[in-house]
């Protein structure tokens, strides 16, 4: 399977970021809203993200991934992860990682290598692939 572009990987994570963020900041903001609707507004927000985890987990995909075609694979099968590759290492070490001010901007930088893999692929040992590009079929064997 192809890599995902670095653009198609930037879209993905642009629109996972803003469907994540408007309705838990909306959610956020008393006196805007009645409390029965930021309440709905937060619940919309933690199914998103439950919804998220589960696609992460069965499919390798966010919204922003599906949108784009594109999914997260293990290096060395080009299968899925599932739930301890795609979410715990390439989310919730990744997001630990974060932490630290510096890793952010490294992590990021790393898409520009040959491979496209940033510094959570490399810990969770995955690939973003085109999904929609189909795979390059095998060379007929001579009979």
């Known amino acids: 399977m192809p890599l995902a572009s670095r653009w198609k990987r930037l879209v993905a994570v642009l629109i996972d970021a803003v469907i994540m963020a408007v309705p838990m900041a909306a959610s956020a903001q008393r ?38 075609g594109i999914r997260i694979v293990r290096q060395d099968t080009l299968e899925n992860g599932g739930f301890v590759v795609n979410v ?32 959570h692929d490399m810990i969770a040992g995955t690939i973003v692939v085109d999904a929609r590009e189909p795979e390059l079929a095998p060379a007929a064997a001579p009979a």
């Open 31 to 68: 006196g805007l809203f009645p409390d029965p609707v930021l309440l709905l507004l937060a619940l919309a927000g933690l199914a998103l993200g439950v919804a998220q985890v589960v696609w992460l987990t069965k499919r390798g995909q966010t919204l922003g991934k599906m949108a784009l």
């Open 88 to 119: 715990l290492l390439r989310g919730l070490v990744n997001g630990l990682l974060s932490l630290i001010p510096i890793y952010f901007l490294v992590d990021s930088c790393f898409i520009f290598r040959k491979d496209h893999r940033c510094l």
